[in-house]
């Protein structure tokens, strides 16, 4: 009998804890379905932080800088008492004789990048997926990838050593053929060459990374079967290897039209002299002239913000035509 209540007393306990854990469930359902994901993922988040913090600092937190586009800003003011001028400084910049030059710079060069330099990543990446030496083929990614980590004063120091006329490489070679040298460095018709060489040489290594990723994801049965029905190489590139990483390369270009206009402060300031001022003078280079050199901090956030703008209309433009053309876009 004693054996019976007991069992009875334990199945009624263990009721009621149920109920107990159930009624705790229904009221805190989605907070306790959520802290069981963090902490289920716990490290993975924490290597989001510095991140978060990056794009929180660098990103967003710059964003309330805009304001003084529209402001007659003053530092010993602040943002709260400098006066509002509305878009008197972006009139300003649109009136100015330079800035029809800056826009002719900058489309030339933007337009350069993407037609020479965009396709060349893709290229190299699809010649490195054809080599079966795996020694070889990581030889050629290390050194195409090495360029990458220098910095653009050292790149365009590199250059100078081979330019220059007062012995650099390039141009005694040039001498002993021709018979005199080359002022590349000096002359505006070889700014542009000379940047868009620096930019695949730096660059086009590491930028065949993404594309290397998204051929791997390639079946390889696709292949077999082609070779089956008789496909050559070049026939398998042109069908299978470029159909399947055309979406990669509609979502890389769109966001290069994104940054169309940043044409790199950093390079093109090292490369400037007075003698190609005419052709290398682009929006991030006449920012840091007015506003750094020359204190005006609102105009300067208004040229900015211009440049900014221009980017944003066309990666929706872009986005919205390869919609249009059956590809998925970025957003």
Request: glycine share 6%.
């Amino acid at each position: 009998m004693t054996g019976n209540i007991t069992e009875l007393e334990e199945k009624r306990l263990s009721k009621e804890a149920a109920a107990l854990v159930q009624a705790r469930k229904d009221v805190y359902p989605k907070r306790s379905k959520v802290w069981r994901t963090l902490s289920k993922d716990r490290w993975m988040y924490m290597m989001l932080v510095p991140g978060l913090f990056y794009f929180l600092i660098f990103k967003y937190l710059p964003i309330g800088g805009l304001a003084i586009a529209f402001q007659n800003y003053q530092p010993f003011l602040g943002f709260t008492e400098s006066k509002w001028v509305g878009f008197h400084h972006f009139i300003r910049f649109f009136n100015e004789s330079d800035f029809w030059l800056l826009l002719k710079n900058t489309t030339i060069i933007g337009v350069s990048n993407i037609v020479f330099f965009f396709p060349l990543p893709i290229l190299l990446a699809l010649m490195l997926n054809e080599v079966r030496h795996l020694a070889v083929k990581r030889f050629v990614q290390t050194v195409t990838y090495v360029p990458h980590f220098m910095s653009w004063v050292v790149v365009v120091s590199i250059s100078y050593i081979l330019f220059t006329t007062e012995g650099g490489v390039v141009n005694d070679v040039i001498a002993s053929i021709w018979g005199q040298k080359l002022n590349i460095l000096a002359n505006p018709d070889w700014f542009l060459p000379l940047y868009i060489g620096q930019v695949i040489w730096k660059e086009c290594g590491w930028g065949t990374i993404i594309f290397l990723a998204a051929l791997t994801s390639i079946d390889p049965e696709q292949y077999e079967a082609a070779r089956i029905d008789g496909a050559r190489r070049l026939q398998q590139l042109w069908y299978i290897t470029l159909p399947m990483l055309r979406s990669t390369i509609v979502i890389l270009l769109i966001l290069r039209l994104g940054s169309f206009f940043d044409t790199g402060f950093e390079h093109i300031y090292s490369m400037q002299n007075a003698l190609n001022r005419n052709v290398s003078e682009v929006f991030d280079t006449y920012v840091y002239m007015v506003g750094i050199t020359q204190g005006s901090l609102s105009y300067s956030t208004a040229v900015g913000m211009f440049t900014s703008i221009v980017g944003l209309i066309l990666v929706y433009l872009s986005n919205r035509v390869s919609k249009k053309l059956g590809e998925e876009g970025i957003f």
